[in-house]
C-alpha cells in the first residue's frame, strides 16, 4: 500500500508509518476520538507544530463530507427514486453521523499527510537527536 494512502487510512505516522496517531486504535471509542498523541510514538515527530494546526482539516472534512453525500444521493436516486426528500435527509444524516468519528480521525490524518513526507530510514536519527534535546533541557 502506497505510505500516505496507508497512513491516511489507517492513522499511522506519516514519516515512519509505525507510530499511531491516536492512542485508542478505534475511533467508535467516542471518548477518546479526539485524543491524539502529541509526538509519533516511534519516531517522535511532533504531529501538532503550531496551535490551531488542525483548523485545516475542516477542510479535509468538508470534501469528504461532500464525496458521502454524493455517493448517498446517487445510491438513494438508483434504488429508491420514488421516495421523497425528507427520507433522503434522514439517511443523510444518519450516515455521516456513523461515519463522522472515522471521517474526523482520517481528515487529521490526510492533513498531517500534505505537509510531512514518509522517511523510513531517519526514524532512528530523529528519535535519538530527539533524545538528545530532551537530555539538554
Ligand atoms: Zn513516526
Known sequence: MLPKFKSSLLHKCPRCLKGDMFPDRNP??????ARMHSHCPV???NYEPEPGYFYGAMYVSYAF????SVAVFLLYYVLMPQQGVLAFLVL????LALLSPYTFRTS???WLNFFVRYQPSQQHESSDSQNQAG???
Open 28 to 33: 467508535y471509542h467516542l471518548r477518546n476520538t
Open 43 to 45: 519516531c517522535g515527530l
Open 65 to 68: 463530507t461532500v464525496a458521502i
Open 92 to 95: 443523510l444524516s444518519i450516515v
Open 108 to 110: 487529521r490524518a490526510i
Open 135 to 137: 537530555s539538554l533541557k
